[in-house]
């Protein structure tokens, strides 16, 4: 055992790992050492190897520091407190203050003189900390220039494909980390090729990659490179799927077609991942596709808009669901922005549309009253802009004052830019789920909001074990 830890010492100093660590089990040893020698003297020569026991011990102390200080660096990353986790913790200092007052107004009036007892704990941090008085100042030098040249090596790893590269730059930014280097490209005959170029052993390992167009390209890229990661022994995978591809293929509406979305989870799932953030999810039953071993997280993208909505002068605002499945989406954004800015008089619509075929309606309905009201559509993807247009024209027809339309994934395929720039639209919100284009950022009526903080808040909450549905309340 002491051979083992001084071994363990040498390889620590001489790879240029961290040095506290180094001379915490380089110190163990030695007093390894001495106690062995002094037991050794006290049994005598008979009883020799009763010290073998104190020996073990002092080197399982050894081992136990280097736990302590691996911990501590497991907690080395800052809480980025994007605008979610500001407005949580807000919340939460107001139902803290709210309790108190309530539990002091309830509280008999006579005070307790009994002294209370006082409870300190020992965080690995602190206990990290106790253990650099004992280096020397060479070894303060070195452990400073290791934690500063290790700036995210606290166990959390992020990676990218070619689905978004520019979000997950941005999610990195926020983060305060750098992306891992990986290659994620294409071989002559247009196979998939995927190589990590960094130690992920033991990491927390989270794969930014939507499944948007191309979707087989970036699925197939998502499917390797959690296999190269499970591989290379990452300790867990979580995959960050801003935009869900397939996920409109959700149940068999006529025999014969499979249910894509479910298929597209068992892939997933027998890839070996180990959680799943989505951002709006075309149906909230895809979360149900996935086994219970793999948590789904489910971001509600609507929480973007809001804030920027909240900012615009709106008269007698109206929420119209552009169908009768998404009525709970546009309930929700309604209730966001009475709560947010205090809007108690946000009303709600639906629009009731009969398709002919995919892709085209044949006729729309609305259900509800759009006369002099500023209308905002909210939906979760818009794919060719066709119902979108067209239920624009439905409350302009109807006495609507100005329609906005707000969806998480700006798909706009074929003719769906131009349709949205020659529409009665006022302005079309969207977020960059999926990567922009010069088309997009030429047409006028078009904006485009960032998740980028959302993502990256919900990414730091989960590697520091916190609420997510904090971000949201």
């Known amino acids: 055992m002491i051979v083992a830890s001084s071994a363990i010492a040498r390889r620590l100093v001489i790879g240029g790992k961290a040095p506290a660590l180094a001379a915490t089990v380089r110190t163990a040893a030695t007093k390894a050492a001495a106690s ?71 509280a008999p009036s006579s005070e307790s003189t009994e002294p209370q007892p006082t409870v300190t704990a020992t965080s690995p941090a602190m206990a990290a900390a106790a253990t650099t008085h004992d280096m020397t100042a060479e070894e303060e030098r070195l452990e ?45 005959d247009g196979e998939v090729n995927v190589m990590i170029h960094e130690n992920v052993r033991g990491k927390d390992v989270y794969v930014i990659q939507p499944t948007c167009p191309p979707v087989n390209n970036n699925l197939m890229e998502l499917l390797l490179m959690v296999s190269t990661l499970n591989r290379a022994s990452a300790r867990r995978i979580t995959v960050v799927i801003p935009y869900y591809g397939y996920a409109r293929q959700d149940r068999k509406m006529q025999a014969r077609v499979p249910i894509s979305a479910a298929d597209v989870a068992r892939l997933l799932e027998s890839m070996g991942i180990d959680r799943v953030i989505a951002v709006d999810l075309h149906c909230g039953q895809i979360q149900g596709f996935f086994g219970p071993r793999v948590p789904v997280d489910n971001l509600d993208g609507g929480i973007v808009g809001i804030d920027h909505f909240g900012g615009k002068d709106l008269h007698n605002p109206v929420i119209v669901s552009p169908d009768a499945g998404g009525v709970y989406r546009a309930k929700k954004f309604k209730e966001g922005l009475a709560h947010k800015f205090d809007w108690n008089d946000v009303g709600l619509a639906m629009i009731i549309k009969q398709r002919a075929r995919a892709g085209t309606v044949d006729q729309m309905d609305l259900v509800g009253d759009v006369k002099d009201c500023d209308c905002i559509i909210v939906d979760d993807m818009i794919d060719t802009a066709g119902t979108l247009c067209k239920a624009a024209d439905v409350l302009v027809a109807k006495g609507a004052r100005r329609v906005f339309a707000f969806a998480s994934h700006g798909l706009l395929s074929g003719p769906g830019n131009d ?55």
Not at 59 to 80: F, H, N, Q, V
Not at 84 to 95: G, I, N, T
Request: glycine share 6%; proline share 3%.
């Open 419 to 473: 349709r949205i720039a020659n529409s009665k639209l006022e302005e079309c919100v969207i977020l960059n789920t999926i990567p922009s284009s010069p088309q997009r950022t030429a047409n006028e009526k078009l904006t485009e909001l960032s998740v980028a903080p959302l993502l990256a808040q919900t990414i730091f909450n989960i590697h520091a074990k916190k609420s997510i549905s904090a971000l949201f309340k």
């Open 36 to 106: 062995s020698s002094a037991s050794s003297s006290f049994w005598g020569q008979t009883n020799g190897a009763r010290a073998v026991p104190f020996a073990a011990a002092a080197a399982l102390a050894a081992t136990g520091a280097a736990a302590t200080y691996a911990a501590s660096c497991e907690r080395s990353i800052k809480d980025p407190m994007t605008v979610y986790a500001v407005q949580a913790e807000a919340a939460a200092e107001q139902r803290n203050q709210q309790s108190s007052m309530s539990s002091s107004s309830a």
């Open 144 to 188: 400073k220039a290791a934690r500063k040249s290790k700036k995210h090596a606290g166990g959390l790893k992020l990676f990218s494909g070619n689905g978004n590269m520019s979000l997950a730059l941005e999610i990195a930014k926020i983060l305060g980390i750098n992306l891992g280097r990986a290659t994620v490209g294409q071989f002559a």
